[in-house]
């Protein structure tokens, strides 16, 4: 409503309260425009007076319905025919009187049910801003999947299941349920979090489950290839290379070491604790939100993810931006990790397969630089983490393609 002061029985008053009707006319978007009703409110000296003096007399007072059509003298009102038509011309829908009595409210209604209507019938909402607390990722809850933590709690024998498959290449993740799905991934993240100077990234087991529940909530679940089962499968085969480099320890923590594990390399050796983690964590996130076609076909017909990336790693891109925001909420001491949050996006990048002939050269170049010099003490600070950053990139490249080479169970 736009009110008019006492002071604006004058000319003066009486532009100031058009032109503010003008300005809000023009500020207001044009899909938006009618769902906000402009209306005046003009103080009246005689319903003031009435007031004091009986109900009757404010009811005879205030009930009169101002509108173009209505340009009759309105007795009792010192607000001429005039005024009215400018407020009108101005922008505005009605013209009521202050103090406002009760048998106005129906008028209000009927004004904020057509443009409601009005609304509807157009089929054009107003644009909402989005919030975070109306992201697609997770829960807003006080104890975000809460209930679905109470119906994951498996029988000893089903983890003992779990963790034997998890450290075995024979890996199938279509033998295991959604819910044993996710708790193989906090398995291996327990696994891992358990050494010693991984400590300051530590989370509680509840926490640590709500991360793996909002990541799960992340993918679309109708998307037949991409989704939760391909993460956790890829997670698996990280985990495995992981164990086979000697990067991880055993699992369980006290049996010998698996059978077959490679021989230290020089490469090897440069990956410590914090990059297994970085990579795992990666892993699970490197499809969040996958809309099950690739970058080509996003490119071609011109999608608006394609436009935002500027046809370059499309998806990839896509996936790093919407996991970090995961990350801050769920765990955000990696996401505030400069090292690990950069490590983790070359990672996720790198599965893109555009630059997968650029990770071979790469990968070439660093094979024969080992071959001609096997240790790699003498290697700068900078060659050491250029090295790093391309073993994880090429080990997640891996993971991501490995299924079809899995030994059948």
């Known amino acids: 409503m736009v009110a008019e002061s006492q002071e604006t029985s004058n000319q003066h008053g009486i532009d100031d309260c058009l032109k503010l009707l003008e300005d809000i006319s023009q500020l207001i978007e044009p899909k938006a425009s009618r769902a906000v009703v402009p209306i005046v409110l003009v103080p009246a000296p005689e319903l003031e007076e009435a007031l004091e003096q009986s109900e009757e007399n404010l009811q005879k007072a205030s009930i009169v319905y101002f509108s173009p059509e209505n340009t009759t003298s309105l007795p009792g009102l010192w607000l001429n025919n005039e005024q009215l038509l400018k407020y009108f011309n101005a922008g505005a829908v009605d013209v009521l009187t202050s103090p406002l ?4 409210l129906p008028s209000l209604t009927v004004h904020a049910h057509r443009a409601m209507k009005d609304l509807l019938d157009r089929h054009d909402p107003m644009p909402t801003t989005r919030t975070r607390k109306r992201s697609w990722v997770g829960f807003e809850d006080n104890r975000p ?14 983890e003992s299941a779990l963790v034997r498959a998890i450290s075995a290449w024979k890996f199938s993740a279509h033998e295991f349920s959604d819910d044993q799905l996710v708790h193989a991934a906090s398995l291996m993240l327990q696994h891992v979090l358990a050494i010693p100077e991984l400590q300051k990234w530590r989370l509680p087991s509840a926490d640590l489950e709500s991360f793996l529940l909002a990541s799960r909530a992340a993918y679309n679940a109708s998307v037949r290839y991409h989704n939760f089962r391909h993460v956790v499968d890829v997670m698996q085969a990280v985990f495995y290379f992981l164990l086979q480099t000697g990067t991880l320890p055993s699992i369980p923590r006290n049996a010998s070491a698996p059978q077959g594990v490679l021989k230290p390399s020089p490469v090897g050796n440069l990956l410590k604790p914090f990059h297994a983690l970085a990579l ?5 996130g490197h499809d969040v939100g996958h809309p099950g076609v690739n970058n080509a076909f996003l490119t071609a017909v011109r999608a608006p993810l394609a436009q935002l990336y500027n046809d370059k790693s499309v998806l990839e891109s896509f996936h790093c931006a919407a996991f970090s925001q995961i990350l801050r909420r769920y765990w955000y001491s990696i996401f505030e990790d400069v090292s690990m949050h950069s490590l983790m996006i070359n990672s996720i990048l790198a599965t893109d397969m555009g630059v997968h002939f ?14 001609q010099s096997p240790s790699t003490y003498d290697w700068s600070t900078e060659r050491k983490d250029e090295s790093r ?3 994880c990139g090429l080990l997640l490249k891996c993971a991501d393609i490995s299924n079809v080479v899995r030994l059948s169970a």
């Open 145 to 158: 999947y809460a209930f679905l933590r109470e119906n994951m709690n498996l029988q000893p024998a089903e």
């Open 358 to 371: 650029k990770y071979m050269a790469d990968l070439s170049d660093l094979q024969a630089e080992v071959q």
């Open 101 to 104: 009595h009760l048998d106005r």
């Open 280 to 284: 795992l964590v990666a892993a699970i």
């Open 389 to 391: 950053t391309l073993i």
